[in-house]
Each structure stands twice: as structure tokens, then as C-alpha cells.
């Protein structure tokens, strides 16, 4: 492989945001091909492409594609075996008057 820089995987939050509506830099992931287990803030994100890939940093493979366009995005999981999202403790409704 070519050696070009990247950017780390806090990249993907902003745009992996506008999909879902939590924080996905501190969910933790496993690499389909070396079983690393990772956030995802600690992959290696390339955005030389015509969107973003986002790389182990252990084995290098691909593990999340993530492709926009002004209607909608394409994203691919298929490196990742799974993705432990941190969920917020639910809020307590005040009491009704």
C-alpha cells in the first residue's frame, strides 16, 4: 500500500452524526479481520477517496466506507464484526404539577 497521510477516527463523527444521533468517537469496535477491539476515534480515517475510509489501526484493513452525497449516504460496516455504542442514562422527567 502507498504510504499517505490520515486523519484519526474522530473525523468520522461529525458526518457518522448526521446518521445517528449519539457520540459514536468512544464506541468501541472489532476488526473483522485481526480482532482488534478499538474506538473509533483510534482508526485511521483516508479521505483521499470519494468519501471516507476508515482503516484498523493494527492491520490496516478497511473496516467502515462511508460515502455522501446531497440526498443521502452509503455507509459499509462489513470490517467491523461489531460496534458497542455508549447510550445515555436516561433523564428523570420531572414530576407533573
Known sequence: M??????????????????????????MGRCENCGMTGS??????????PGLVARCPSCE???VRLVRAPDRAWLD????????????????LPEPL
Open 61 to 63: 484493513s478497511v473496516m
Open 77 to 92: 460496516m462489513r470490517g467491523v464484526t461489531y460496534l458497542q455504542v455508549p447510550m445515555p442514562m436516561e433523564q428523570t
Open 2 to 27: 502507498t504510504e499517505m497521510s490520515y486523519l484519526d477516527g474522530n473525523m468520522l463523527d461529525g458526518p457518522m452524526r448526521e446518521l445517528f444521533t449519539v457520540d459514536l468517537s468512544t464506541a
Open 40 to 49: 473509533m476515534a483510534s482508526l485511521h480515517v483516508y479521505s483521499h477517496a
